[in-house]
């Protein structure tokens, strides 16, 4: 089984580092300091925190998605199985022709859940976010609650400021809507962010743990 607290705190230690080298200089903020100093500091921290961000939702729903495989072989059930089973619309297939060989019950269902390993893996693969759509996919189908809460605005930001660094030229830190990035992300704004990112997969991380 995998440990959720190790994925959390190398994913903690990554966002130290990331904050150490790219957003110390610049905290507390400082009058002197415009977008013109710190905008590539803002943005590359923006993208390296939501790839750190990303990558540890993908291993938490992994884990979980592994997990279930090993509670049938276990002959356990969870919220989880029953989630992975429902997420992808699977169903018992059965035989019409009298003379047809049966499986068993839990070779049915051994086998529906192979089969939703094996879509939920592509999810995973194709996976390409950290935001709300993609977090969702992610974690209900192994019976994680999405959160809730003021935080998630900050998942939005974060979300909003990697479309706009990784795809334009963003300058001056500046983040938004295709063509009108207007708003100037600063690196007390994004540090904040980031904080309450980190919050939520402490959450993940409970629920992942605490998971029946």
């Not at 580092?17 to 507390?28: G, I, Q, T, Y």
């Not at 943005?43 to 540890?56: I, N, Q, V």
């Not at 059930?77 to 989630?83: D, H, P, V």
Request: net charge negative; with cysteine.
């Amino acid at each position: 089984m995998v440990d959720f607290d190790a994925l959390l705190a190398a994913l903690e230690q990554e966002l130290d580092d990331l904050k150490e080298k790219f957003l110390r200089h610049f905290l507390p903020a400082r009058p002197e300091d415009g977008p013109e100093d710190f905008e590539y500091e803002v943005k590359s921290f923006s993208l390296l925190s939501h790839a750190a961000f990303e990558e540890y939702v993908e291993a938490v729903s992994e884990a979980l998605m592994l997990k279930v495989e090993s509670d049938l072989l276990a002959k356990k059930t969870t919220l989880s199985t029953a989630c992975f089973l429902t997420a992808y619309g699977l169903k018992l297939e059965l035989p019409d022709d009298d003379d047809a060989e049966d499986q068993s019950c839990f070779e049915h269902i051994r086998t529906a859940i192979s089969k939703a390993k094996a879509l939920h893996s592509t999810a995973l693969k194709d996976n390409h976010g950290f935001s709300a759509k993609y977090m969702r996919r992610l974690l209900i189908p192994v019976g994680i609650n999405m959160p809730r809460g003021p935080e998630m605005e900050s998942v939005k930001k974060l979300a909003e400021a990697r479309g706009s660094f990784a795809h334009t030229m963003a300058k001056l830190a500046h983040y938004g809507a295709y063509k009108r990035a207007k708003r100037l992300l600063t690196p007390e704004e994004v540090a904040v962010a980031a904080d309450d990112c980190r919050a939520i997969c402490v959450t993940l991380r409970d629920r992942a743990k605490a998971i029946w």
